[in-house]
């Protein structure tokens, strides 16, 4: 069954010298979501942004922020991109000792709990924290990078995902990052994904914001009605 798609524009992919205007076209555009990549250097490779940049986009924006946080002992900086106005956050199942612990701390905070796992973390991993969690964030490429080719080896997972929240009976989201555009939007959809998250097709020279999202709509769409 495919569930109601919603779209989370990735600000990574996005032009920093303009960002309140990209921001602003987003929401014009019926962005459901605004995705905020956080990297340490450590747990990833690259270094991105920090609570400042949620700050920022939290005065330009009423859509809500989705802070996605690749960094080691996201624990010491909850506090921070909670009252930056972060909307949810995920922390990483590979980066958390205590993660029963730190979705609980982020409920606390006011946000809403995400667990986020790598292309080679299995899905049983999570039944454990499955009833702490808002979003289960699935990466569909290794995180570091915007514009990297979707695996197409997590659409098992996927499924399986999606059937362990079905069987939970609570609402949670699953949520696909990385590798997510026209050509792979459709299938995820298909698997059971209910958030997109997409950076470099969204946020780029060839089409404006609005036609991104629109196009990644569209994608969903006609797959729906074969
Ligand atoms: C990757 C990040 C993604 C990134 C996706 O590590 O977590 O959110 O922005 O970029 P695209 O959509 O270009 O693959
Ligand atoms: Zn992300």
């Known amino acids: 069954m495919t569930q109601s798609i919603r779209i989370a524009p990735s600000i990574l992919s996005a032009d920093f010298t303009r960002l309140g205007e990209q921001l602003r076209d987003a929401e014009a555009a019926g962005a459901d979501l605004i995705h905020i990549d956080v990297m340490d250097g450590r747990f990833v ?19 809500p922020l989705d802070v996605h946080l690749m960094i080691f002992e996201p624990e010491r900086h909850l506090d921070a991109f909670a009252r930056a106005g972060a909307h949810r956050i995920s922390v990483h199942w590979e980066a958390c000792p205590n993660l029963h612990r730190t979705l609980q701390t982020i409920q606390e905070l006011g ?11 299995p899905a049983s991993f999570l039944s454990e924290v499955l009833h702490l969690v808002d979003v289960v964030l699935v990466m569909t490429v290794n995180p570091g990078f915007g514009g990297q080719a ?20 609570r609402d949670v989201d699953l949520e696909v990052d990385g590798g997510i555009h026209v050509g792979t939007a459709a299938q995820v ?3 059971g994904a209910s958030v997109l998250v997409a950076g470099s097709a969204i946020f780029n020279a060839r089409h404006s914001v609005k036609q991104g999202i629109e196009a990644l709509r569209q994608a969903v769409h006609e797959s729906k009605s074969r």
């Open 150 to 169: 979707f695996l197409p080896e997590t659409l098992p997972k996927l499924r399986q995902l999606r059937a362990m929240i079905a069987a939970s009976g």
């Open 111 to 121: 946000c809403g709990p995400g667990v986020a796992i790598n292309p080679h973390i």
């Open 189 to 191: 959809a298909a698997a």
């Open 45 to 63: 490779p690259n270094i991105t942004m920090g609570a400042l940049v949620v700050e920022a986009a939290r005065r330009v924006t009423t859509v």
